[in-house]
């Protein structure tokens, strides 16, 4: 980040919910100087005050839905931080409506839109759409454990500097939904399905027979080359609009076999190409 001494600087906002706190405490554990639900008209002041401190080269700002009427300016607040020469990633965390219902039930916190939780997470996607869109990164929760929540943010502070974004690959089925993150989609329930393979059915892509099995098909080679190949084509474009983070989302019908192989050749290929790459297989136990 410019002026900030060579640090970083991240905007953490989403669903309430979602796992605000628990990111922030992520970022704590990283180093960050952490501030949450800062009034978002008093940024532009915070960051001109501390980008020439030392002790302040990261910091995370945690957003929420007790800003309310405020997110109104939020994009004022963001061109400002440009004025000022800062560069910023904004994280925007969401979760399914049921698992969010299912948090607020557990805990008997009040929704801070003071509301029936129902009507309150609906209404507050709406409110929070076009912020979603501006996002950096969106993250889904839902099924998200903190240690894999901190991978996740652990992998977004080491961009290299040589490819210039930070690919996530997942795998999962579509039966248990398609996750809410995914910037691109790929459905290869084309290829025969392993689970109907007696001597298969009870492994998963990562064992040598599916893979064995998955690449016998006629159809992979082709595929797999030509999907590599659009990703390839695609990736600059999405750098050159500032993107910095890309979740490539690969399923079948229950994320176990067919998803889980080829969602591993592909982070494999895009790792040897120098990007930097994570994998996460959502529904590989179930």
Do not use: W
Not at 256 to 278: D, N, T
């Amino acid at each position: 980040m410019k002026n900030l001494s060579g640090g970083k600087l991240f905007i953490i906002t989403g669903m309430s919910g979602a796992g605000k706190s628990q990111a922030l405490k992520c970022f704590e554990d990283f180093g960050f100087y952490c501030v949450d639900n800062l009034p978002i008209g008093l940024i532009p002041e915070f960051l001109e005050f501390i980008k020439n401190q030392k002790h302040f080269r990261f910091v995370a700002l945690g957003l929420d839905m007790r800003e309310g009427r405020f997110f109104r300016g939020f994009t004022r607040s963001l061109d400002s931080l440009r004025a000022l020469g800062l560069d910023y990633k904004v994280i925007f965390l969401d979760s399914t409506d049921g698992a969010l219902l299912q948090r607020f039930s557990e805990t008997r916190h009040r929704h801070p839109l003071g509301k029936n939780v129902a009507a309150a997470i609906k209404e507050e996607r709406k409110i929070l759409c076009e912020l979603k869109g501006k996002a950096n990164k969106v993250i889904d929760t839902s099924r998200l454990t903190l240690g894999e929540l901190k991978e996740i943010l652990s992998g977004m502070l080491e961009l290299k500097r040589s490819k210039e974004m930070k690919l996530s690959v997942i795998s999962f089925g579509y039966k248990y939904g398609l996750p809410l993150d995914a910037d691109l989609v790929m459905d290869v329930r084309f290829l025969p399905n392993p689970n109907y393979v007696t001597a298969l059915k009870n492994k998963t892509g990562l064992d040598a027979p599916v893979g064995d099995y998955v690449k016998r098909r006629p159809a992979f080679r082709f595929f797999l080359k030509q999907y590599l190949a659009q990703i390839d084509f695609l990736l600059p474009y999405y750098i050159k609009e500032g993107k910095s983070y890309l979740t490539i989302a690969i399923g079948c019908t229950g994320g176990r076999h067919r998803s889980v192989f080829i969602a591993e050749q592909v982070a494999s290929a895009l790792s040897k190409s120098g990007f930097s790459v994570s994998k996460y297989h959502r529904d590989i136990r179930k």
